[in-house]
Nanobody
Framework: QVQLVESGGGLVQAGGFLRLSCAAS????????MGWFRQAPGKEREFVAA????????LYIDSMKGRFTISRDNGKNTVYLEMNSLEPQDTAVYYC?????????????????WGQGTQVTVSS
C-alpha cells in the first residue's frame, strides 16, 4: 500500500506560480513511477505530467509543456509539480498517483494509488 497526500494548492491570480507537493508513505517510493492529473468541474480527469522511478524520464501533456515541471526527490518520498504562468483554465483539483509501471504513463488505469487531491483556483 502507498498513501499519497497532496499539498500546495490554493488561489492564485492569472500569470502566477504554484508548487504542488505529493508526499508518499508506505512501500518504497522509488519503486513507483508517479503522475499528476487534474479534474475540473464537469470534466473528466486528465493527465498532466508523469515521471519515471529515477526521474530520468518525464512526460507532459503538450499544452502544458514549458509551463509545468514535474520532479521528484526519492530521499524525501515526494513528487512535485511546479506550475508557472497559470491560467484560469488550469483551475481544477490536482491529484497525484503512483504506478508500478516501469515507464511513466498518461493513462489513468495504469495508476494503482491516488491521493485525495488539492484544489487549484486561478482567478482572471
Amino acid at each position: 500500500q502507498v498513501q499519497l497526500v497532496e499539498s500546495g494548492g490554493g488561489l492564485v491570480q492569472a500569470g502566477g506560480f504554484l508548487r504542488l507537493s505529493c508526499a508518499a508513505s508506505g512501500r518504497t517510493f522509488s519503486q513507483y513511477s508517479m503522475g499528476w492529473f487534474r479534474q475540473a468541474p464537469g470534466k473528466e480527469r486528465e493527465f498532466v505530467a508523469a515521471i519515471s522511478r529515477s526521474g530520468g524520464t518525464r512526460l507532459y501533456i503538450d499544452s502544458m509543456k514549458g509551463r509545468f515541471t514535474i520532479s521528484r526527490d526519492n530521499g524525501k518520498n515526494t513528487v512535485y509539480l511546479e506550475m508557472n504562468s497559470l491560467e484560469p483554465q488550469d483551475t481544477a483539483v490536482y491529484y497525484c498517483a503512483a504506478s508500478q509501471s516501469i515507464v511513466p504513463a498518461r493513462t489513468l488505469h495504469v495508476y494503482d494509488y491516488w491521493g485525495q487531491g488539492t484544489q487549484v483556483t486561478v482567478s482572471s
